[in-house]
């Protein structure tokens, strides 16, 4: 286990990848608590901009910016050898199975956890820079870094990586598993309007699994002088909503050992094809057919390219879930959303809806382009 675990640690070490991510978050925080140009989670007000309150509250809410980072390192963690085609020799060693998900496993949490330390690096560049009003920062609260990792960095991505570590090593598909964190999204918006309107504010924090209400209900109504001074600690509903998610997210992890075998499962495409070679095919003569190179051949063979190519990408299982995931978040918005401020509720106006939706679809608009494109671009390298 502790050669999986040093192994997957150090091989995302050397990888650029995981300094580039972190490098993002960290030039985010660094605008965002330098520049009113920025803002992550909403306006700081009139606390410092380093204060501890400023400090765990990005630690609580970032996890949303540095899920898909997650999904990287846990794909390539659970897959690797599945993409490269090296499980075959990998299931004939003397492995056992424990060792190795394990090992994979909190490596890749490790990792995952790596990119959120930017929050923590920009806060401290932040009043460095020589643009800033040195007045809005106070003291450095090294409690405030230590407990934000702890309560919400470290358990966030457990939770986030065993969900995605099981599908990605139950589906053996990279592409599932990228799916899983889209819908993850999804489920928490969902679940954010339904939990809005709980009378039992305890209870609505205690089903939020990154924590962030149950930070909110806690200082709910600390003063500037509180914001700017206390960190909030391992106590009362925060402690035990981290703990509770953190045992949901070990409760999926064991799932996926307890399902895990180290096999070879007969897919239907391989169970065609083995179907096809044993199959004989008798020679067929070639048609006699007259070539055409002009304009009109090449309009005609766009257009039945173009055909094609939607035919095949609207049948695939991935625009289907994301498709069905993008209006269940575009139903739920406009159904739970119609809200002003101060519990007034807005007319369906055109202008409005039309915000909503626009609100709720660009993030799926951007997975769907940024996937499809790659597929198409690289479909013929990855058949081989």
Known sequence: MLRFFTFEVRYWLRSTMLWVFTTIVALLILLALSTDQV??????????????????????????????????????????????NMHQILFTKPIRRMDFLLGRFFGAVVVSTIPMLGISLGALLAPLMPWVDHDRFGPVYWAAHGTGILLFALPNTLFIAAILFTI??????????????????????????????????????????????????????????????HVLTFDGLLLWNRLLWVAVGLAVFAFACWRFRFEERATRASKKKSAAAETLLAPIARPAVTLHFGASARIRQLVASTRIEMRRLMKTVTFIVLTLAALLNCVTALIFNARSGYGLTTRPVTY?????????????????????????????????
């Not at 589906?171 to 928490?188: E, M, N, Q, W």
């Not at 209900?217 to 003063?223: N, Q």
């Open 39 to 84: 803002t992550v989670g909403g306006a700081i007000g009139n606390t410092f901009r380093n204060a501890p309150f400023v400090i765990q509250q990005f630690y609580s809410i970032m996890w949303f910016i540095t899920l898909l980072m997650t999904v990287a390192f846990v794909n390539s963690a659970a897959s690797r050898e599945f993409a490269a």
């Open 168 to 229: 990605a090593v139950l589906t053996r598909s990279t592409i599932i598993s990228f799916i899983g964190g889209i819908l993850l999204i999804v489920a928490d918006a969902v679940a954010g309007t339904f939990t809005s309107d709980m009378q039992n504010e305890k209870l609505a924090a205690m089903l939020d699994p990154f924590g962030n209400d149950a930070f909110n209900y806690a200082t709910k109504y600390w003063t500037v002088a509180q914001r700017n001074t």
């Open 352 to 384: 409005y809806l039309l915000t909503l939706i626009s609100g709720t679809l660009y993030l799926f608009l951007i997975a769907m382009i940024t996937f499809f494109v790659g597929v198409l671009v690289w479909e013929e390298r990855d058949a081989r």
